[in-house]
């Protein structure tokens, strides 16, 4: 299939895309197709409480009393379209699109009697759904102005109803972060100056009295794009003759960790959260934020110690270092879910440095367990990702003990080699989306609501660890069925064989997703902000 792509290669040149990329992509969706199988991992366990795969909230409980840790910027994955987010304004575009007046005039009404007077809307089009008529008085040019606004980014369209944007409300919660020293929202291709100055305007409008705040946008370009492929294998090839670039997923923005630190020299870590995810600024919810990144520090702060420590072979103050995170944790009360893989773990200084790695990162000890193999362990990156409980109702990516693709049996520990990660449904065995993701006794966590993610200096550093975990996505586009690579930000910085990984609970409060506008119904500034 890759061969396929040598009569683009001007195409893929003049679009600034990465060759050796697509023709990897396209290897992996050509077995896919021809085999009619995508990748599955089995699971051996979901991630819970009771077996230690989730921290419990009150495990950070200690960093309530203590000051914000600083040395974060937020990332925000804010280069989405709004397609799924304003579905029900389809019908109103595509009569826009067409022309057709009395189509668009009945479409306003239509979303007049679903109640669109309470939703979050751009004023030009909330004042059509209280008065749909108006539409036939606009002009040319008020009617282009009233179709781009139904093809913005989600990033900007509102969220609440005085029409405060998504991306200006993220600005406004980051103020309220002490722990803050900026913030990156990733844009669509071409949009970064759009998206500063959507920003400022928005904040000049005064919704609220908003602070400064050290403000950057990195772009979803070229780089981290795929191209789509129709289900023959052939690249699907735009009405100009060029193939057709779509982002390669959230997970190809872990390559742009090391730009932000170049943004941010004072920085190491990164707290992500989806542009989509509102939570507001409560008491509850600061404290909740707190508590999560004061944790992410405690640990990080640990294993940056303890790889000084390693370096100088000085393991007794390593382990030292280590006995005293563990010991913080709980992670050596009696009763603790041990793991069988601990029968293996030497005595000694090291054995908190091993016991650490078991029981809070989960790694696997299929190799011999020599300083070397524990400073490659320590040198990781450490990722906290907070997950939300499960109120039964909940779909979405669920922290996981997994098979691990690359061998059948670990002959150290005699069984299957067990990885941890936060496993997106697509990549559930369908005996295990329905004997374990669908039942809630199991499945208590999901979806990372907050994570605290250590920057790597490697722009290729998960891509280059990561064969196996991808997904092909089937779209529909321009009236014929696609499949494109993506990969899921989540499931690479939340996987065990990348990172020291970290799950913990994180309080329902923090996590509110808008996936669609009936989701912001009647939901107000002052609402979210405690104004």
Known sequence: MAKRLDPFKASIQRLGLNQASLSYHADLLHTALRQNQRPTFPILDTCRIDNGGVLPEPAFTEASNKPWAGGYVAFVPAAGAASRYSQPLYALSEALEQGDQHAAIGGLTALANEGASAWPLPSQLAELVAQPSKLAYLNSSELKELSEHLHLPKALMPCAREGISFLAMKHLEHTC?????GQVFVTPPGMQQAFATHLSAELAANHTQATALPTSYLEQGAALSTIRFERSGQPFIEQNGEVSPVP?????????F?????????????????????MGTSPEVLAATQRFLC???????AVQ????????????????IAAGLAGALDLTKPGFAADAAEALLPTGPEYHLWLLQVRLFHARLDEPLTLDRLEKLYGRPVNVLGQVPNTQRDV?????????????????????????????????TPDDKLGKLANHELATHFNPGFCAVEITSDPQYYSKRNHHFWLMAEKTYRGQAVVYYETVLYELIGHSDFANTVFVEVPRQVFHPHKTLRD????????WLGA
């Open 258 to 278: 090391p730009e932000v630190s170049t943004l941010f020299p004072a920085s190491d870590a990164l707290f992500i959260r989806n542009i989509d995810n509102i």
């Open 177 to 181: 972060f002490p722990g803050l020293n």
């Open 248 to 256: 390669a997923g959230h997970g190809s923005l872990a390559h742009l």
């Open 305 to 320: 110690h303890i790889r000084a420590a390693l370096s100088q072979a000085d393991l007794p103050r390593a382990g030292a």
């Open 295 to 301: 944790l992410h520090r405690r640990i990080l702060t």
């Open 520 to 527: 912001a119904l009647d939901r107000t500034l002052a609402s």
């Open 396 to 428: 979405g990516g669920t922290p996981c003990f997994i098979t691990m693709p690359d061998s059948d049996t670990d002959t150290r520990c005699g069984g299957p080699k067990r990885g941890k990660v936060c496993l997106e449904v697509p990549h559930a």
